[in-house]
């Protein structure tokens, strides 16, 4: 089939003028263009094949590292829930005091029960509605370190109950102590307190009650 075409080509000349003198020059024959008619499916290029195949596989990667993240994640000491120091009877975090308000207030101010709100297993009660919204906001923020759990006790390895009247704030974040000495000792090195307190806070709250 090619050699008939090529020989087709050679009797279908066209006129070509050069420099001022016509001389005669074969058309030649789209070849290619031909193949690509003629040719197979199997034989085609199959760059649409390979799209689909790297997309596919870039797919998986990013499953696989979403499950991975996640899996490690589950097994880290911050993915373990927060233990908060609240009255078993009535639910209430922190003796019902308002966590915002010590923000605000720089003093510990007793929440209203038209202002509650549910979180991390606990009922957090609020002065007013702007505190509670900047609450439900960033909670993390305002909720005493370690659930309200004596910072001291922690370091010790025992899990104590701190009280609202006795807290200290330590580069914006709430701190409340069992005693006073306990206060004491955390203010004499704070930034000790904490890193001996966060050492041993998983351990710690392994034995606190959910």
Sequence with gaps: ??????????????????????????????????????????????????RFAAARHAARVVVLAVLLAAALGSNSPGATAERIVADRHTGLAIYGVDPVAFYTRKKP?????????????????????????????????????????????IARGVGTAGYPALFSMVENRLYLFYTAEAQKVFLADPYAAITAADARWPEVMKDLPE
């Design 1 to 50: 089939m090619l050699q008939a075409l090529w020989l087709n080509a050679l009797h279908t000349r066209t006129p070509h003028t050069g420099g001022g003198i016509a001389y005669w020059r074969p058309n030649r024959p789209r070849i290619r263009q031909y193949l690509a008619r003629t040719m197979t499916p199997a034989a085609r290029p199959r760059k649409a094949v390979k």
């Design 109 to 153: 101010t007793e929440g209203r029960q038209e202002f509650e709100l549910r979180h991390s297993g606990a009922i957090w009660r609020f002065e007013n509605e702007g505190n509670r919204a900047a609450f439900i906001k960033d909670p993390a923020i305002y909720m005493p370190r370690y659930g309200g759990y004596d910072p001291i006790g």
